[in-house]
């Protein structure tokens, strides 16, 4: 593996007529999010998650790779996991769901990696709290403290997930449909 030319950020695409994942419907009411917050908090395992159902009434919904699932790093279709490489996912626990009845996995960091360069990126941090940031304005990481091809997370800040150049050019590639991979540094 070689070290990382280009890093993006990785969220679910904003086309107008993609499906969403309905929260208020009635089958996801009894959804227990309390494994999610805890095996992230680290102090759960991974085995206390049960698998997550989806539904979202439209036809083409299975077709879509990547959904927003609130409070995790998305809902990513096992189409794009393979696609990808599981390899590529190695820093986290994919958490087996259904959307509609196919196979998607939600994505929970095992591991995060402490590769974000502080001194040369341009942050804003909570007044409250000078070592937690708040925005970041302009990235900046350690090229060579990470590994192409991977997908990652940050100690830095909670909620963003990361890939290199190579992940970015296999999600192109294959069209897989839903998936934004913004390049930010």
Known sequence: MNAA?????VDPSVEDDRPQIDFERPEHANIDWGPFNE????????SVYRPVRFFVDEST???????LVSGTLGL?????????????FRLFHLLPAFLNDSSY???????????????????????SNPSRIMQI?????H?????DPLIFCIPDIRGRLFATDSV??????????????????
């Not at 030319?5 to 950020?9: I, K, L, N, Q």
């Not at 095996?39 to 991974?46: N, Q």
Request: aromatic share 10%; proline share 5%; charged share 25%.
């Open 168 to 185: 970015e050019r296999a999600v192109r590639q294959s069209g897989l449909k839903g998936i934004h991979c913004k390049q930010v540094f």
């Open 76 to 88: 990513f279709s096992e189409r794009s996991i393979e696609t990808i490489g599981r390899p590529v």
């Open 5 to 9: 030319t280009a890093v993006f950020e």
């Open 143 to 147: 090229l060579n403290q990470i590994a």
């Open 39 to 46: 095996i992230e908090a680290g102090t759960a395992p991974a």
């Open 61 to 67: 919904a299975t077709s879509w790779d990547l959904y």
């Open 137 to 141: 304005k302009r990235h900046a990481f």
């Open 105 to 127: 996995f939600i994505l929970m960091p095992r591991d995060k990696l402490d590769c974000f360069d502080r001194t040369s990126a341009n942050v804003v941090v909570f007044p």
